[in-house]
């Protein structure tokens, strides 16, 4: 409904505008009757109420169809009653009598014929925008404005003309009465295992700071896909009197980072319960603990600004924030805000670098909104008015490049996109579901949040998830542990995660076409390393789980390097070695008084003699890659057992690769 509020504003602008000029140069007509009439329904509809701040509109009404009754021809007459309509959001009678104009015969302004297609963009008549649209554009002398906006109608309904010939399958269905009020209900955000909802609903309340309503964060959980608990309040700590909204989960649940406005001025203000903001509105992060979430926390002045942060997606990888910054353009109509998405990454510091605009392939010269950074880190989801679409803010996607940039915008297509606005997409972390907000008819009232199947072209890669827990081996206490994951075949990481400090829990994104690492480290404890590939893992409607137990660094304390490789009976250390070998010399590195023995472990195939030195000479690959890379000599020993210690029976192939291992032992 927005688009139409948009188009009718312009129209109303410039029509009010171009209407003195108009009257300026004489009328045409010359009934006297009909311009005393046509003049006193200007006065009215100029007048604006004070108390209720709208025109006399009913008044310019009557004395315009008085003024047409005396001369059915009078151009000037209708083209304001056409706005009056317009004002009144009857497009089908402005559109009526905005075609009258061009049927007069007498002579007027090729201005009509933009005001006419504007109006037919606005319902979605594509066929009448782009003739009306083409017509103004043959006028050599036009506003420059104009002129620009008829190029866009056309490419739009050019598009939307075809689009509308091979719809896509689109099936909405409301989430229902335990998520969905009477009230409006908006941009959800979702855990990685697709199981906890958040969203933003407006409410009434008297103690609210503004005009009784605000916008506060609500959250269901689904114990079983498609069913919802009843939506309640996400924290007296993070809800308050203000407006707090647009949320966004980190992958694992831990943190939400979320939307706090207030109507304060520019610069440092205070606002809610003693929060401080930059800005109209500022991101904020809040995290669980246990079950419980802390006050949030402004996000700080090289995210949040002077002017509008909103509306942002944390990716699963925990190292970059998407959202959209809104500046007001200063002299512009009505000092209109203009939006961008903007992304900020975690630096080596730990600090959030500088926010950096996204490239043209996304960002557009007019407004984008509603972002989501897919848990794939490959897809981004976005709505904007620029790029080529139905017209208003259509739902667009673009897939990560090879070179690290973003592809072009890909309209997601009718009818997911309309003549009217579409955001607040939000695409499930297996990639089938997405959940939007609309008021369409058959819903509880004003906005409401529906799922739909996403079409497999617009889906992201497959991914699926990581639960559980990380705890102290001997007495199950939790652990808020530091884990990577890492990409074994890049070496590169793809995950930085914390578990939860009251619960030791964790839930990780991941895509399904990778082998990886799993490193986790806590002080006072022997880091934990273990690979892993998909394929090899059993899944259940939880999603992958696993458990991460922790032993304490003390002495003939040992855990196997299972990030450590070889060739098949020989003793290079292969590349996807060197994350787990540079893990292990940080580890010695913090802890300078440990010594430790690395020893070689076999399977039984072959004889023992040949397996205890390829055991031996493995065990000292380990250490001469460490002394070379600045771990003193005298604190490694190496020791080769060959086939003497297997975990497990030597039987199959998979029990043959766990007793093909080297382990670290603390010895001092």
């Not at 990454?345 to 670098?353: N, Y």
């Not at 007019?366 to 794939?376: K, R």
């Not at 939860?500 to 799993?518: E, H, M, R």
Request: charged share 25%; hydrophobic share 30%.
């Amino acid at each position: 409904m927005k688009n139409i509020a948009r188009h009718l504003f312009i129209i109303s602008f410039v029509f009010l505008s171009s209407a003195c000029s108009i009257a300026q140069s004489g009328y045409g007509t010359s009934s006297k009757k009909a311009i005393k009439l046509y003049e006193e329904a200007r006065v009215c509809f100029g007048n604006v109420n004070p108390r209720t701040g709208q025109r006399e509109l009913d008044c310019a009404e009557q004395k315009l169809l008085n003024a047409i009754e005396k001369d059915a021809n009078f151009v000037e007459a209708l083209s304001l009653l056409s706005n009056v309509y317009v004002e009144k959001h009857d497009l089908k009678s402005a559109i009526k009598t905005k075609e009258q104009v061009l049927l007069t015969g007498k002579k007027f302004s090729q201005s009509e014929y933009f005001y006419l297609a504007s109006m037919q963009m606005a319902i979605g008549d594509y066929e009448a925008c782009k003739k009306n649209a083409t017509r103004y554009l043959q006028n050599r002398n036009g506003n420059q404005n104009m002129l620009d906006k008829c190029h866009r109608y056309v490419t739009n309904c050019t598009f939307a003309i075809e689009a509308l010939k091979h719809p896509v399958p689109f099936e909405p269905k409301n989430l229902g009465p335990n998520v969905n009020t009477e009230r409006p209900e908006y941009f959800p955000s979702i855990t990685a295992d697709d199981a906890t909802l958040l969203y933003t609903r407006l409410i009434i309340d008297p103690n609210a700071a503004h005009s009784g309503k605000q916008e506060d964060i609500f959250v269901a959980t689904s114990p079983e896909p498609g069913h919802w608990t009843y939506g309640k309040p996400v924290s007296k700590n993070i809800n308050s009197r203000y407006n707090e909204g647009a949320p966004t989960f980190s992958a694992d649940g831990k943190y939400i980072i979320l939307v706090g406005c207030e109507t304060g001025m520019r610069g440092e203000y205070e606002y809610g319960e003693g929060r401080k903001g930059y800005g109209s509105c500022d991101l904020f992060v809040s995290e669980r603990i246990g079950k419980n979430w802390t006050k949030p926390i402004n996000m700080g002045t090289k995210i949040n600004t002077g002017h509008f942060e909103s509306q942002p997606s944390f990716s699963s990888d925990g190292k970059t924030l998407y959202f959209i910054r809104g500046i007001i353009e200063r002299g512009s109509l009505r000092n209109s805000k203009h939006q961008d998405i903007y992304m900020t990454e975690i630096g080596s510091d730990g600090q959030w670098t500088t926010p950096k605009k996204l490239g043209s392939n996304v960002n557009s010269p007019y407004n984008e909104e509603s972002v989501q950074i897919h848990p794939d880190g490959q897809t981004l989801y976005f709505a904007s008015e620029g790029h080529e679409g139905m017209g208003g803010l259509d739902i667009f996607m673009s897939r990560l490049q090879p070179d690290g940039t973003w592809g072009k915008a890909i309209n997601l297509g009718y009818p997911i996109n309309t003549f009217n606005d579409e955001n607040s997409l939000l695409v499930s972390s297996k990639g089938n579901l997405a959940y939007f907000a609309s008021d369409r008819e058959g819903g509880y009232g004003s906005l409401d949040l529906y799922q739909f199947e996403l079409p497999k072209k617009y889906q992201p890669v497959a991914t699926t998830h990581m639960k559980g827990k990380v705890y102290d081996a001997i007495t199950k206490e939790p652990l808020a542990a530091r884990f990577q994951l890492i990409d074994l075949k890049t070496n590169k990481v793809f995950k930085n995660a914390i578990a939860n400090s009251g619960d030791g829990s964790f839930i990780v994104a991941l895509p399904t076409n990778k082998d990886f690492a799993l490193i986790a480290e806590h002080k006072g404890y022997l880091y934990y390393s273990k690979n892993y590939s998909l394929d090899q893992l059993t899944a259940n409607k939880d999603g992958f789980l696993i458990d991460v137990p922790m032993d304490k660094v003390k002495v003939g304390t040992d855990i196997a390097l299972e990030n450590i490789f070889f060739d098949i009976n020989k003793f290079t250390l292969k590349p996807e070695s060197i994350t787990e070998l540079e893990k292990l010399k940080d580890f010695l590195t913090k802890n300078p008084t440990i010594k430790v023995e690395l020893g070689g472990h076999t399977d039984s195939d072959g004889d023992d003699k040949s397996n205890q030195i390829l055991s031996e000479n493995r065990a000292r690959a380990v250490q001469d890659w460490l002394i070379k890379n600045g771990i003193n000599a005298s604190r490694l020993t190496y020791k080769g057992y060959g086939e003497t210690q297997p975990r497990v029976e030597n039987d199959t192939p998979a029990n043959k690769a766990k007793n093909r291992r080297t382990m670290l032992k603390i010895v001092g």
